[in-house]
């Protein structure tokens, strides 16, 4: 098996008052075992909506999957039988959440929330589930599982209710972990820990991830390849070396540009100008157009191409400049 | 809203909340008082309460019949004990399966929602359009006067209440993450719903319960205060009113006792209700 998730020409659609429109418009991109894909976007380019679309969370009503497929470990995710999906989710593909504060139900131990994930998947005894689940807490670094297991989550901080969470999520071994921005609720010392974490136990498990995130500079922590969404769209795919190395689209430049950094004296930070166009107002053409620095020398109608660059299988980019 | 945790911490928080308000301990104890009473009668009663004292109708209370005796000579002491009984069978044993209808309908229309919801709450609506009085009046007419029946018609009258007040809470549970997160790990919709949400909505259902206990005791007397309750010769609080009535200008004990108690169960379930809902609710809980 070359890939672990191959996903084409996914488009999710919600359903507005004045009708139904694209969230994401022809998303593809593979993901091979054991790799970390980093999703990277702001607010509202369709991350998320990429992920509940692939895991089949998407809000049953007023929501729709226009087309595409995604094949995961040469099944797909998009066509199964919701019982069959169901299955699947939380035993061999899960996700982790942005609020682990929220994320645990505040009326049960956290210790019983982990072990219902190992009883309810693994075909294992309460007994046995709970030496799981203590194992696990003590996997992910929980100090003194044994007298944590009856904590509830408000007993907690939000960063062992994410390490909690994590716990939960790689109960029964996945192959595929959906982390949607896992760190963003988190002290930034905190996310450091929860990174290099994540990042061990991937290696440990050997899984493939999917990590979710507007922050690049965790990208570069944790990631093998990089893809940058914007407005629905993939605009820019490559490993992670070359991207932050060789950025081609003018939005992953202009990304970039736009982080500040300790070790300069940030004069040169350039905030991108304008606004994301808004969902039921997308133009026909590219989409950065209206934002991008060379529009000058560009066309506003015509909608640009994934196409690799420089003959690199690897690199991907979606800008009629660069085709 | 999280029950079982505060239930198993009682000491802290709820406790509290609850112990501060020091009316809603009057509540608690008379309800275990009169419960303890009606759970006792065979031991406590005096007389028999269908025994008759032919030669001492309506005797005003005295040291051998403590509350005095009706009409009939029976012991009206003793079969308030004995009524208590019958209230508290048919109260707790019709919310009892008021709450478990009207939850699982409640609660499972509040998480499908669509369609489903708008059917089984516009049947809830309908249900509750009818009061619970006239309710109980037609479903006794009905089925005829029993305990049974009685209990029956009571469930049936106040499981649209519950269904309404667990399909609330069921909404808003629905949307918070911990039951997307839920959704995430694979679990069936009926494992979501017995094992994350309802521990979630069990504090709005338990006051509800008390509230409703106190409707139904007294709805049941009301129905029994027109014929339309327990058989006589039975000892229940409102047949006892209904008959002591003809004679209270002579006679006032035989009506007048029975109906106090009946004030008296309902004032202590609304008191305990009303404890309950201030421990149980964070939002008071903060104010205070």
């Keep these: 098996m070359k890939y672990i998730l191959e996903v084409k020409n996914l488009s999710t659609a919600f359903k507005l008052q004045s009708g139904w429109y694209r969230a994401t418009t022809d998303i593809s991109f593979v993901l091979k075992p054991n790799e970390t894909l980093a999703v990277v976007g702001e607010s509202g380019c369709g991350k998320s909506v990429t992920a509940f679309s692939l895991m089949g969370l998407l809000p049953e009503h007023g929501s729709r999957i226009d087309s595409g497929s995604a094949l995961f470990k040469g099944e797909d995710l998009l066509t199964m039988p919701k019982e069959k999906l169901r299955k699947i989710r939380g035993s061999a593909m899960t996700m982790i959440f942005q609020e682990p504060m929220t994320s645990l139900n505040p009326v049960l131990t956290v210790g019983s929330q982990i072990a219902e994930a190992v009883f309810y998947h693994m075909n294992v005894g309460k007994a046995a589930a709970r030496k799981r689940a203590l194992e696990l807490m003590d996997m992910v670094k929980i100090p003194d599982p044994g007298n944590r297991y009856n904590d509830y989550p408000h007993h907690l901080s939000g960063g062992m209710c994410q390490?909690?969470?994590?716990?939960?999520?790689?109960?029964?071994?996945?192959?595929?972990?959906?982390?949607?921005?896992?760190?963003?609720?988190?002290?930034?010392?905190?996310?450091?820990q929860m990174i290099y974490l994540l990042h061990e136990l991937k290696e440990k498990q050997q899984m493939s991830m999917v990590f979710i995130t507007h922050d690049l500079g965790v990208v570069a922590h944790v990631a093998d390849r990089v893809a940058v969404m914007y407005a629905g769209n993939i605009v820019e795919t490559a490993p992670v070396a070359d991207l932050f190395a060789d950025p081609r689209h003018p939005y992953t430049k202009a990304l970039l540009k736009s982080i500040p950094r300790l070790d300069k004296d940030n004069k040169d930070i350039l905030p991108i100008q304008g606004m994301v166009p808004s969902i039921d107002n997308m133009p026909e053409g590219c989409r950065f157009y209206s934002r991008c620095e060379k529009k000058e020398q560009c066309r506003p109608d015509k909608f640009p191409q994934l196409l690799p660059i420089d003959n690199n299988p690897n690199h991907l980019v979606r800008c009629l400049l660069c085709e | 809203m999280n029950t079982i945790a505060r239930f198993k911490h009682l000491g802290t928080e709820t406790y509290h909340v609850f112990n501060r308000n020091k009316t809603s301990w009057v509540g608690l104890l008379l309800l275990t008082i009169l419960?303890?009473?009606?759970?006792?009668?065979?031991?406590?009663?005096?007389?028999?309460?269908?025994?008759?004292?032919?030669?001492?109708?309506?005797?005003?209370?005295?040291?051998?019949?403590?509350l005095g005796t009706d009409y009939y000579g029976r012991d009206v002491l003793s079969r308030i004990i004995w009524g208590c009984r019958v209230s508290f069978i048919i109260g707790s044993v019709s919310v009892a399966f008021a709450m478990f209808f009207g939850t699982i309908l409640g609660s499972m229309a509040g998480?499908?929602?669509?369609?489903?919801?708008?059917?089984?709450?516009?049947?809830?609506?309908?249900?509750?359009?009818?009061?619970?009085?006239?309710?109980?009046?037609?479903?006794?007419?009905?089925?005829?006067?029993?305990?049974?029946?009685l209990i029956i018609a009571l469930a049936l009258t106040m499981v649209p209440r519950f269904a309404r007040i667990a399909r609330a809470p069921t909404i808003a549970a629905k949307n918070k993450v911990y039951v997307e997160a839920c959704q995430a790990m694979g679990f069936s919709d009926i494992r979501i719903l017995v094992v994350h949400i309802f521990p979630n909505i069990l504090g709005e259902l338990m006051v509800m319960g008390s509230m409703w206990m106190a409707t139904a005791v007294r709805t049941e007397a009301a129905l029994s205060f027109i014929g339309?309750?327990?058989?006589?010769?039975?000892?229940?609080?409102?047949?006892?009113?209904?008959e002591g009535f003809k004679d209270i200008m002579s006679a006032p004990w035989a009506s007048l006792y029975p109906g106090l108690v009946i004030l008296l169960i309902v004032f202590a379930a609304n008191l305990l209700g009303d404890g309950l809902r201030d421990a149980l609710d964070p939002k008071l809980r903060n104010e205070k």
């Design chain 1, 163 to 192: 390490r909690i969470m994590i716990a939960m999520s790689l109960a029964c071994e996945p192959d595929l972990v959906f982390a949607d921005e896992p760190t963003t609720a988190l002290d930034v010392t905190i996310q450091a």
């Design chain 2, 228 to 242: 339309l309750g327990v058989n006589p010769p039975t000892a229940t609080l409102g047949g006892m009113i209904r």
């Design chain 2, 35 to 66: 419960v303890l009473l009606a759970v006792l009668a065979p031991v406590i009663a005096p007389y028999d309460p269908v025994e008759q004292h032919i030669i001492q109708r309506l005797e005003p209370p005295s040291s051998q019949f403590l």
């Design chain 2, 111 to 149: 998480y499908k929602g669509g369609y489903f919801d708008s059917f089984v709450m516009g049947v809830m609506d309908v249900l509750m359009s009818i009061p619970t009085l006239l309710m109980g009046l037609l479903i006794v007419a009905i089925l005829g006067p029993s305990q049974t029946n």
